[in-house]
């Protein structure tokens, strides 16, 4: 699209939006508010603000330069830079607005809810409210002088979440951004926490007199004064007065670990040992490292070294160190962990090394091995006959001393085993020359002892003296001959010769001598066989008569015995025949007893019985026996009056004579309403 063109062309302006037209002959600006409509003649164009100049608007620009209000809601305000000037009102109207006079480089904050076009030359942001939470805060300058209150442009406050949830900043104020990021801007900062069990490096940047309630201890503070606040709960809220400089954590020492502390007024290093949690107060104090090179580290023994933390020297059991600072010297013996102090180092010793020893190759080291040392030599020697030996020793070497000035003595030399090779040596030489070369080949372990470790003591005791070192209090107290070589070997051909000779004739003569043993030993053997026999001889006769006499006893004992268990069986059998008659007898008592109680219980229960018939049954049963009797003898008297030549009546009276007088009178009724008419009268002969 041409210029002409968008000249000609009709721009609506919809409700809410506006746009910048200006003259072309005069320069005027107008502002058209919406709704409306603009027909721009050949001497208007539309322009927009950008920067601090009006520039005419692209053709091809999408919104040809018609722009929305500004609008912010009740959670926003707006700051407005060159407003409206003092003592003006000027309120929009829809269509055109004439420019109005505005207060150029002064800035108004207008809180929401508010919607508005900005007059030519304004300029308008848009931010939201500050929601603050209790470890927030906000940081609010003074830019413009703001009636009764004394701050100020330039002044600064800060606006802690603890006093205030919600914040919008009135005219004069802004909240300070502390980061910009693209396209946002951010203003609420996080209040630093006081750290347990930590502390807080705070600075005074202007002059302050601290009171109560203050963040800062009360007091009188000087620009640039560093403090440091520990031992705190809660938030500490920086101001225009006070900045954090850094968050202080304790640094955690461990046991056998330690820390370099310098005091800033003196300056003076102090060694914190643990364990502790050490919370250094940096306005006082400052921890320093130190730096060991490299050979230093190997040579303390150390597998590797924090230059941050105190140096630490592990001594091994059966070592030492002599540990020197500038006023003072102490030994320390294994197993212990020492910690260094800043201006402490280790002595070193230079050790003689290779065989024989010396000190054209030395062994650099801090450690003192004082007990159960070994150390090992080669050297030369020259006999009474003038045959040179090469010999090698070991020598076991301890370091003596309980008290702080013997154990420094252990540093007195610092190549002990050049002292004890070269010393040692000089005694074996001198030694050697008054022996002849048989003697020395034959006795040399026992000769070199004795000249290094003195003689045996006379009590018995297999223990030597041994050879002290007042120098540095070193005590040999053994001798080890590992080697003796001869170094001519024509001589060494010569001994050999000799030495097997000798071991032949020694050899021969011990056989004649284990022959002669061996007889010895077979007549002894012999001897006291016989007289083993001769003692088991008479043993045996001992024991024949031991056994006869034992055998007597068996056969006393024996009838001893059958007579006793014949009486005892006797008498046994007697007591068992009384003791069953006497059962006996008690048993019949006690039958007799029992039958004599049963027949008593019948006779008893009989009477009862017969006390408990009733007479009338008393008188039916004598009257059935009356009838019963009188019965037979109906039966039976007949006879015995044919054969008696009587009559029946006076036999039944002879025969019922001695029954009582009512019986015998019934009987008979009986008898002769029985059938006594019908018996046989008697026959007369």
């Known amino acids: 699209m041409s210029e002409r063109d968008a000249r000609e062309r009709d721009i609506l302006i919809a409700p809410s939006e506006y746009a910048y037209v200006q003259d072309l002959t005069k320069g005027d600006i107008v502002l058209y508010v919406g709704p409306t409509k603009i027909s721009l003649s050949n001497t208007e164009r539309i322009v927009e603000l950008k920067g601090d100049r009006f520039v005419p608007v692209r053709a091809d620009d999408p919104?040809?330069?018609?722009?929305?209000?500004?609008?912010?809601?009740?959670?926003?305000?707006?700051?407005?830079?060159?407003?409206?000037?003092?003592?003006?009102?000027?309120?929009?109207?829809?269509?055109?607005?004439t420019a109005v006079e505005l207060g150029v480089g002064r800035k108004v904050v207008v809180p929401g809810p508010a919607m508005f076009p900005l007059w030519p030359g304004q300029r308008a942001r848009v931010i939201d409210g500050h929601p603050l939470r209790e470890d927030e805060y906000l940081v609010v300058r003074y830019y413009d002088r703001i009636p009764d209150d004394p701050h100020p442009i330039g002044s600064e406050l800060v606006v802690r979440g603890a006093d205030v949830s919600f914040y919008v900043p009135r005219t004069g104020l802004e909240v300070v951004p502390h980061e910009v990021q693209p396209n946002r801007w951010r203003y609420v900062r996080k209040a630093t926490r006081f750290p347990r069990p930590g502390g807080l490096h705070v600075r005074v940047t202007k002059h302050l007199?601290?009171?109560?309630?203050?963040?800062?201890?009360?007091?009188?503070?000087?620009?640039?004064?560093?403090?440091?606040?520990?031992?705190?709960?809660?938030?500490?809220?920086?101001?225009?007065?006070?900045?954090?400089?850094?968050?202080?954590?304790?640094?955690?020492?461990?046991?056998?670990?330690?820390?370099?502390?310098?005091?800033?007024a003196t300056g003076r290093i102090a060694t914190i040992m643990g364990p502790a949690n050490y919370l250094c107060d940096p306005t006082r104090e400052e921890i320093v490292p130190r730096v060991l090179a490299p050979e230093q580290v190997e040579l303390y023994g150390l597998t590797r070294h924090d230059e941050m933390r105190a140096v630490a020297i592990n001594v091994p059991p059966g070592f030492a160190v002599l540990v020197t600072g500038k006023t003072k010297r102490e030994v320390v013996k294994g197993p212990e962990t020492r910690i260094l102090d800043f201006d402490e180092e280790l002595t070193e010793l230079r050790l003689s090394t290779g065989r024989p020893k010396s000190d054209d190759s030395t062994l650099t080291t801090c450690f003192l091995q004082v007990e159960s040392n070994k150390v090992s030599d080669t050297l030369s020697v020259r006999t009474r006959d003038h045959v040179e030996v090469q010999i090698s020793v070991s020598y076991r070497v301890s370091f003596e001393g309980e008290s702080h000035e013997a154990q420094q003595r252990w540093f007195h030399v610092k190549d002990y085993v050049g002292l004890l090779c070269d010393h040692a040596g000089s005694i074996l030489r001198a030694a050697s020359r008054t022996t002849s070369i048989e003697v020395f080949q034959r006795e040399a372990t026992e000769m070199l002892r004795t000249a290094i470790l003195g003689e045996r003591r006379a009590d018995g005791d297999k223990r030597r003296p041994g050879r002290n070192f007042t120098e540095n209090g070193m005590w040999v107290y053994d001798l080890e001959v590992l080697d003796v070589r001869i170094l001519d070997a024509d001589v060494k051909k010569l001994l050999d010769g000799a030495q097997r000779a000798a071991i032949t004739s020694d050899a021969k003569r011990r056989e004649e001598e284990r022959r002669l043993a061996e007889e010895r030993l077979r007549a002894e053997v012999d001897r006291e066989v016989g007289d083993a026999q001769i003692v088991a001889l008479a043993k045996a006769l001992e024991v024949e008569g031991a056994r006869a006499a034992l055998s007597e006893r068996r056969a006393l004992a024996l009838v001893e015995a059958d007579r006793v268990t014949r009486v005892g069986t006797a008498e046994a059998e007697a007591r068992a025949?009384?003791?069953?008659?006497?059962?006996?007898?008690?048993?019949?008592?006690?039958?007799?007893?029992?039958?004599?109680?049963?027949?008593?219980?019948?006779?008893?229960?009989?009477?009862?019985?017969?006390?408990?018939?009733?007479?009338?049954?008393?008188?039916?049963?004598?009257?059935?026996?009356?009838?019963?009797?009188?019965?037979?003898?109906?039966?039976?008297?007949?006879?015995?009056?044919?054969?008696?030549?009587?009559?029946?009546?006076?036999?039944?009276?002879?025969?019922?004579?001695?029954?009582?007088?009512?019986?015998?009178?019934?009987?008979?009724?009986?008898?002769?309403?029985?059938?006594?008419?019908?018996?046989?009268?008697?026959?007369?002969?």
């Open 577 to 685: 025949v009384a003791i069953e008659r006497e059962a006996e007898a008690v048993a019949l008592e006690r039958r007799a007893e029992i039958s004599r109680r049963t027949l008593e219980n019948q006779v008893a229960a009989f009477e009862k019985q017969m006390a408990a018939l009733a007479p009338e049954l008393i008188s039916t049963l004598t009257t059935l026996g009356h009838q019963k009797l009188a019965a037979d003898l109906s039966a039976n008297v007949g006879p015995l009056a044919v054969l008696g030549g009587g009559s029946v009546t006076e036999i039944v009276e002879r025969l019922l004579g001695a029954l009582p007088v009512g019986s015998k009178k019934t009987v008979m009724d009986v008898v002769h309403r029985n059938g006594a008419s019908t018996m046989p009268a008697p026959r007369e002969s």
């Open 209 to 264: 007199t601290a009171g109560a309630g203050h963040s800062l201890p009360p007091g009188t503070y000087a620009a640039g004064t560093d403090v440091f606040l520990s031992d705190r709960d809660g938030y500490f809220f920086p101001d225009e007065n006070v900045e954090v400089i850094g968050v202080v954590q304790p640094v955690p020492i461990a046991e056998k670990e330690g820390l370099y502390v310098r005091d800033r």
């Open 63 to 97: 919104s040809f330069g018609v722009s929305p209000f500004v609008a912010a809601s009740s959670s926003q305000y707006i700051v407005l830079e060159n407003p409206v000037a003092e003592g003006k009102e000027a309120r929009p109207i829809r269509g055109g607005n």
